[in-house]
């Protein structure tokens, strides 16, 4: 682990906390997790006894994040329905029925609701486990407001559980990012879950549905997009198959 340890030379910020408004992304179509995502959304997907959604709402309760907005799009009734009995955390719905927006247009969408600057942003079929120091705080520990408008939270291609492709992100000495290489191999994935600035949605936007790629490709250029490294377990968790070696894993953490 030690070789991962260099670009965590981000400076811990003293007393920024962890953002109290958080972003779930919950609309996708979950095509990869079909057959189990034709009658149900693939947020609402069990690993270990529990929905993949309730994985990243307990995570979040537990670092203090007071508020989570969260889009639909895919079944949204029944995720709706499921985030009613939710307790501990207030829950807000970005309603995407009519057109699906994709991660950067359902940001976009989701914006005027978001009280907080910056705020956190996690995909709903996230499952990660804490390392010694709680991830999001460890996120939040690392984020600087004069240098940065987005931070991604990375985990080492050799420990990504479940994840079959060659990596996204190269990682400078102070987290600085760049993009793998096409046909290459990068040594971090990104994990789904990342810490922004409302200024990282400045200037021209696409309109309706876009990548949040763009805006990270554009924060790069400007070199205001950095990493940081997750101490602890990470699982992609996208195929049916994937649930199984999920679960024994977590069976030994």
């Keep these: ?13 003293p ?7 958080a972003m779930v992304m919950a609309a996708g179509l979950g095509k990869r997790m079909r057959p189990l995502t034709a009658t149900r959304p693939k947020p609402m997907i069990e690993v270990a006894g529990k929905p993949l959604i309730d994985h990243a709402l307990d995570r979040l309760k537990a670092a203090g994040v007071r508020k989570a907005i969260v889009n639909v799009h895919y079944l949204a009734d029944a995720i709706e329905a499921h985030l009613g009995n939710e ?4 829950i807000v719905i970005s309603d995407e029925r ?4 994709e991660t950067g247009g359902g ?21 990660w486990i804490d390392g010694p120091i709680d991830t999001l705080k460890l996120l939040a520990s690392f984020w600087n407001e004069a240098k940065m408008d987005a931070l991604l939270l990375l985990v080492p291609l050799a420990r990504a559980h479940c994840h079959h492709g060659r990596g996204d992100f190269h990682m400078g000495p102070t987290g600085e990012l760049r993009r793998r290489k096409p046909h290459g191999v990068a040594p971090f994935v990104y994990s ?4 922004v600035s409302k200024r990282l949605f400045g200037g021209d936007l696409p309109d309706g ?3 949040t790629n763009i805006l990270w490709d554009r924060a790069i250029a400007a070199g205001r997009c950095f990493g940081a490294v997750h101490q602890g377990l990470w699982f992609d968790v996208g195929r ?7 679960e024994e894993v977590l069976k030994e953490a």
């Design 15 to 21: 007393g920024v906390d962890v953002p109290a408004t």
């Design 87 to 90: 307790k501990g955390i207030e």
């Design 98 to 101: 009519g057109r699906l927006l």
């Design 209 to 211: 549905a876009f990548s």
């Design 1 to 13: 682990m030690s070789r991962y340890r260099k670009p965590l030379a981000l400076r811990p910020s």
């Design 240 to 246: 049916p198959e994937s649930i199984r070696e999920a």
């Design 107 to 127: 940001l976009v969408k989701a914006l005027p609701l978001i009280d907080a600057d910056p705020f956190l942003v996690v995909n709903s079929d996230n499952l």
């Design 192 to 195: 789904g879950i990342q810490m």
